[in-house]
């Protein structure tokens, strides 16, 4: 049995993508053909037209996406990355959850206990996932893999991915 390289599931003649995710994926590229001003509309539309998945309860994920950055220019590329991979992942039928687009709301990322006291908070919050999802595009850093040990040592599966 193969299973998809996006989601997990089990695919079927050994395909490498699941005909959901195909779907999904060939949509989203479809609608950001052209890019410009409109793709943000485009993905919207793309995003309205995915069905629910058949079980009708979409997949929790833990997600884990660069956040840190030593620039200005750095967090904002981050924190857009974060928003196009949490869209990636309800496109595919997912309930995801970041962390670190909550708690770096209300602690401070460059103080060290505070830092950590966020990633405590969030891995707390990672036992109610049922996977955690890696998206590599932009690498993995030191907070990434702090994520994916803890889900290794939980026993929780870890899939990676890009959004791109």
């Known amino acids: 049995m193969k299973t998809c ?17 195909w779907e999904v994926e060939s949509r989203l590229v479809n609608y950001l053909r052209g890019g410009g001003a409109n793709a943000r509309q485009r993905v ?59 708690y770096t709301q209300f602690l401070d990322e460059d103080v060290p206990a505070e830092r950590d006291a966020g990633i405590a908070c969030g891995l707390a919050w990672g036992d109610l996932a049922e996977v955690t999802v890696v998206y590599t595009d932009l690498g993995i850093t030191e907070g990434m893999q702090r994520g994916i040990d803890d889900a290794i040592a939980r026993g929780r599966p870890v899939v990676y991915r890009g959004s791109r």
């Open 5 to 21: 390289d996006t989601c997990g599931r089990v695919t079927q003649l050994g395909s490498p993508t699941c005909d959901g995710c």
């Open 44 to 102: 919207e539309e793309a995003l309205r037209q995915v069905a629910r998945p058949a079980s009708g309860r979409r997949r929790r994920v833990y997600l884990e996406t660069p956040f840190r950055a030593d620039t200005p220019e750095g967090m904002r590329r981050n924190r857009e990355y974060l928003r196009d991979c949490m869209r990636h992942s309800i496109a595919l039928g997912e309930a995801p959850f970041a962390s670190h687009a909550l």
